[in-house]
């Protein structure tokens, strides 16, 4: 099964990912370590990436995953339509919403560095999202623990 852990920038996709992957004693994908060059660079320039952008490197993690047998990756899959192309072709997949309010996020993308994702880019990223249907839903307001326990609850109820 391949877990996609997704939400905007700051919902802590790695900080769920990571962990709910050493639960589950899966392999864990950052799908950020998969963007190309380009746009890495327009990202740290505090330029949104366009769908033309992230085409190729959504491609890149399909055909990664569709390798994997069992996997958790961190994407932002902000769109429906990313999700359907990052998970084309995988049989056996759950989708996982980290969610939260602008306020709360921004406060935690505000407090760190990332690589390459500056908070000037946070309101971009939510005027983008598209919850997805039948997701696991998980507060990030909650726990880390319990929200990776209930993470796992869920996924073992769908197999």
Not at 9 to 31: C, H, M, Y
Not at 32 to 60: C, I, S
Request: hydrophobic share 40%; glycine share 6%.
């Amino acid at each position: 099964m391949i877990v996609l852990v997704m939400g905007v920038s700051g919902s802590g996709k790695n900080t769920v990912g990571e962990p709910l992957a050493q639960r589950l004693d899966w392999k864990f994908i950052d799908g950020d370590d998969y963007h190309p060059p380009e746009n890495v660079k327009k990202m740290a320039a505090g330029t949104p990436l366009q769908d033309e952008d992230r085409w190729p490197w959504l491609d890149r993690l399909n055909a990664l995953l569709k390798k994997e047998e069992d996997a958790v990756v961190a994407c932002s899959a902000l769109k429906e339509a990313y999700r359907r192309r990052l998970l084309a072709g995988i049989q056996e997949c759950a989708i996982v919403h980290l969610r939260g309010s602008f306020e709360l996020i921004r406060s935690r993308v505000e407090a760190r560095k990332h690589r390459y994702m500056p908070a000037s880019l946070l309101q971009s990223q939510f005027d983008t999202l598209e919850p997805p249907a039948d997701a696991i839903e998980v507060d990030v307001s909650r726990n880390v623990e319990a929200n990776i326990s209930t993470i796992v609850e869920q996924i073992e109820a769908r197999r």
